[in-house]
């Protein structure tokens, strides 16, 4: 190329310098006061440096992923995972891959459908320099044909470790095979070069860019930006990394799940020392937290090289942020279970500031892997999803969440600058938690707590036990105590509206609870109190309230707290406040009742909500799923058979679920206008923050869905 220079006057003859610039498209360079300036360039000239220049710097750019036509499964979003330590030789291959097939028979009895092997698993990380020996890279070459054609038998995705070499330089390898074939060859980002460790003696970091990779004689994808797709189940997207990669501040992993790999799988030979445990698993936890995601990790175990280090195959399968399953240190457990895509997939979509990844440079292998709903899932579902499941109360977390209640109603009380509130107590237990939490709030204020007024107002359904048991409390509790009964203002309203006192139906209740909820308004306003609110997170979703009656208030400070959770924070209340005890633990035997409607012959309560609506530990859970997942009706009643296994029947699930998807529909309204309440747990209905559903939403999908059940 011959260089042309011009000075920036030539630029008047635009024909002349068209001619010069297509005679031999050389570049024409413009000089101004003797200096250089800019370029001009012919269309074919910048086309052929620029263009072809800017194609070849990314010459494997993330294409989507297109769908191949086949049948589709619905797992219910479940995949089982298993993360297997095998009894290593070091540099034995032969011994290695025979103990990896067993792995995989074993696996593949138990239905495992991802599998993961520890770092170089062919070979054993303890090899040194042995590494460098053409004769053991060879027989891990060899290893890796045995164990692809060993694998078209299984209907199974797993990953092997193993050195690779790519041209000059050895690496560090995640090999993945399913079913006869080698899908890709993952190595590893970053090499650990301090203490005990200099993987840099010997492996090379993964380049860049994608490419190919020689196995066998054959050619397969090759780098750190591979995600692997199940063509019949699209939502599972897999990922690798490989040991210290997770343990760097910029992991792979961290493009792996933007790029919507969900399931990431680490090889790891992590030696163990004093605290490491805790440590690892500590960061599997987090890491699987922060991307959202399943992590599987393999540690390597019995048979590595203790020459200088131990290895104790500390297996590991987390979930967005839980551990489901550890296996102990030096006993070669597997860690196998269940980890939910779908889970995964909703925590995603609602946290839209995870959103999708804009990476160059990724692969999508495409492979086709038939997935089921397991019979029953390998991890756990707790019938109270809202409470700890140790038979112990838990009186921290009792603690730290009524002091998340009572500060919410301290931040109200400062604002509105009173020092009075009034709760309608009725001796159940929303009213009793309610109370309970306004005289923390006080006592945290050290307003006098007697500015408390405790106000029960008897009516049709009144039993003796409740208000005897709304007396004690107040009085056990320091605070004011006051009693309205309310049943001849009730009579001469029914008699104002034409409405037999005999006739109880919902106007009957509901005139009840509006009363109730005037006489608070009236009596806050007459003496400057603020009316707090006992409706509870329960209610609200299955619209068990009235509206514009217990539904209203200034300031509900149960409203995000399940009945469930209700009860345990006053039985911990009870263990935390002996003085109270007596009264708060009748109240928490006593059944739970609205009383509207007249007691018994003997005085007790007639009317029993959960005779009505169903149990409320049911309730919760369809609560907790739904809301806080997305799910649909016949997943919600699959993990409700497999937590309540025993204790309630197929039928009794299913008809209460259908009751729980018909009233949470139906009684949006009364959410819609909820009074202010501050958010304790993952799961709210606040209509100004978690909940922003219209009121006139159709159900009928979600039934049809419940019907097919």
């Not at 939502?235 to 961290?254: M, Q, R």
């Not at 980890?339 to 500031?353: F, G, H, M, W, Y």
């Not at 009317?607 to 809301?627: A, M």
């Amino acid at each position: 190329m011959k260089s042309k220079i011009m000075p920036i006057t030539a630029l008047r003859d635009t024909a002349k310098i068209d001619e010069e610039i297509h005679k031999s498209s050389d570049p024409i360079f413009i000089t101004k006061n003797g200096f250089g300036d800019f370029v001009l360039v012919s269309q074919d000239f910048f086309d052929a440096h620029f263009l072809k220049e800017n194609s070849q710097s990314n010459p494997k750019a993330t294409q989507p992923f297109v769908l191949a036509k086949g049948p589709q499964d619905d797992p219910f979003g479940y995949v089982r995972c298993g993360c297997f330590s095998i009894e290593t030789a070091v540099a034995g291959v032969a011994h290695n891959v025979s103990e990896i097939k067993k792995a995989i028979e074993i696996a593949a009895k138990q239905k495992v459908k991802v599998l993961v092997f520890s770092e170089l698993t062919l070979t054993g990380y303890t090899a040194g320099d042995l590494f460098l020996n053409a004769t053991l890279q060879e027989k891990a070459v060899k290893g890796i044909l045995d164990l692809a054609d060993f694998s078209s038998a299984y209907d199974l995705f797993f990953i092997v470790g193993a050195p690779l070499l790519q041209d000059n330089c050895l690496y560090n390898c995640a090999v993945c095979i399913h079913q006869g074939k080698i899908l890709g060859v993952v190595p590893k980002t970053n090499l650990p070069n301090y203490s005990e460790f200099y993987e840099k003696r010997y492996f090379h970091a993964a380049p860049l860019q994608n490419g190919t990779i020689l196995v066998g004689g054959q050619s397969y994808p090759f780098g750190s930006r591979l995600i692997f797709v199940d063509e019949r189940y699209p939502s599972l997207k897999i990922a690798c990394e490989i040991c210290e990669d997770a343990w760097v501040p910029d992991s792979p992993s961290i493009n792996h799940a933007l790029m919507g790999a969900n399931i990431i799988a680490n090889l790891s030979a992590s030696n163990e020392v004093v605290g490491k445990k805790e440590f690892r698993a500590s960061l599997v936890s987090m890491t699987s937290a922060k991307l959202i995601a399943g992590y599987l990790y393999a540690d390597a175990g019995n048979g590595e090289s203790t020459s200088d280090l131990v290895f104790a195959g500390h297996n590991l399968i987390a979930e967005n942020g839980k551990i489901l399953k550890e296996s102990e240190l030096f006993q070669q457990e597997p860690a196998i279970a269940d980890i939910d895509v779908e889970r995964l997939q909703a925590e995603r979509t609602k946290t839209t500031s995870f959103g999708n990844g804009n990476l160059e440079g990724y692969l999508y292998i495409p492979f086709a892997m038939s997935l089921e709903k397991p019979i029953h899932v390998l991890r756990h579902y707790s019938m109270n999803p809202f409470i700890p499941e140790q038979k112990e109360v838990d009186l921290n977390r009792v603690k730290s969440i009524m002091a998340m209640q009572a500060m919410g109603l301290v931040k109200r009380l400062e604002t509105v600058r009173q020092q009075k509130a009034i709760v309608g107590e009725s001796g159940g237990l929303d009213s009793t938690l309610a109370l309970l939490v306004t005289v923390e709030a006080f006592k945290y204020l050290h307003y006098d707590l007697k500015g408390i007024t405790a106000l029960t107002m008897p009516a049709f359904g009144t039993s003796k036990r409740t208000h005897d048991n709304a007396k004690l409390l107040a009085k056990s509790l320091g605070v004011s105590f006051e009693e309205i009964n309310i049943k001849s203002t009730l009579l001469s309203h029914l008699k104002d509206i034409n409405h037999s006192p005999d006739d109880h139906n919902v106007t009957y209740e509901n005139a009840q609870a509006r009363e109730r909820t005037q006489v608070l308004m009236d009596l806050a306003n007459d003496t400057n109190a603020l009316m707090i609110g006992t409706g509870d997170l329960s209610e609200l979703c299955l619209g068990w309230c009235t509206y514009n009656g217990d539904h209203m208030s200034m300031y509900g400070v149960n409203a995000s707290i399940p009945k469930t959770l209700v009860r345990y924070l006053c039985q911990g209340y009870a263990l935390l406040h002996p003085e109270v005890a007596a009264p708060l633990n009748d109240i928490i035997d006593t059944p739970i009742s609205p009383e509207l409607l007249p007691t018994d012959a003997a005085g007790q309560i007639a009317q029993k909500t959960e005779d009505k609506i169903g149990p409320y530990e049911l309730h919760d859970f369809f609560i907790y799923h739904f809301l806080r997942f997305g799910y649909r009706p016949k997943k919600l009643f699959f993990l409700a058979q497999e937590a309540y296994k025993g204790k309630y029947d197929d039928s009794t699930i299913k008809k209460w679920l259908g009751v729980f998807l018909k009233r949470f529909f139906q009684n949006e309204f009364k959410r819609s206008c909820l009074p202010d309440g501050a958010k304790v747990g993952t799961v709210a209905i606040s209509p100004r923050g978690d909940l922003r559903m219209p009121s006139d939403a159709s159900v009928e999908d979600y039934l049809q869905d419940w019907n097919e059940i």
